[in-house]
């Protein structure tokens, strides 16, 4: 035989397990509504919390963009800066000079027909260095900051770690 249920099998909403009172039972029609809006509710905060994470996260890939670009230029001006170098090493090597002295009509001066005059604090040229010292060695830095490389969650978690960490006394 089989038993009669004085209950529905679908759960009591949480809302009706908290006993406040009320003067009227609500409408089923409003009730639907209510869920209905919170939902949306939490949907809208959803989409607000994506929307704000994509707008981050492409500021932060356009300056790492910018960046890789910038150290590109760079690299390339200081390139163009060690051919102006090189072309005028050439321009003012002592041959090319010696000609272009011929061609303007200067010659070679006789040691018995010089004099030298010593000027009080000219210390003379400075010798170029060319290269580094023997034993250092540059090396290339990274393109792109590690600041621009972290997303939004590895911020926020890395946040939640340190403020877990200051909390239990870590720190």
Known sequence: MTETRNTSRRPTPFWKKINLPQAFKQA????????????????????????????????????????????????????????????????????????RAKSMGFSEANPDNVIYVSVPGYTG????????????????????????RDSLWDWLFQGINRLSSSVRGNS
């Open 28 to 99: 089923p029609w409003r009730s639907q509504i209510q869920l209905v809006g919170l939902f949306l509710l939490g949907l809208v905060v959803v989409l607000l919390v994506a929307g704000i994470y994509l707008t981050i996260s492409g500021q932060a890939a356009e300056a790492g963009l910018d960046t890789y670009n910038l150290a590109y230029e760079r690299r390339s001006l200081e390139r163009s800066i060690a051919d102006y170098k090189a072309q005028l090493a050439q321009i003012s090597s002592s041959a090319v000079m010696e000609e």
């Open 125 to 148: 040229r400075q010798t170029a260095i060319l290269a580094p010292p023997p034993g250092i060695t540059q090396t290339q830095g990274a393109v792109v900051k590690t600041e621009y």
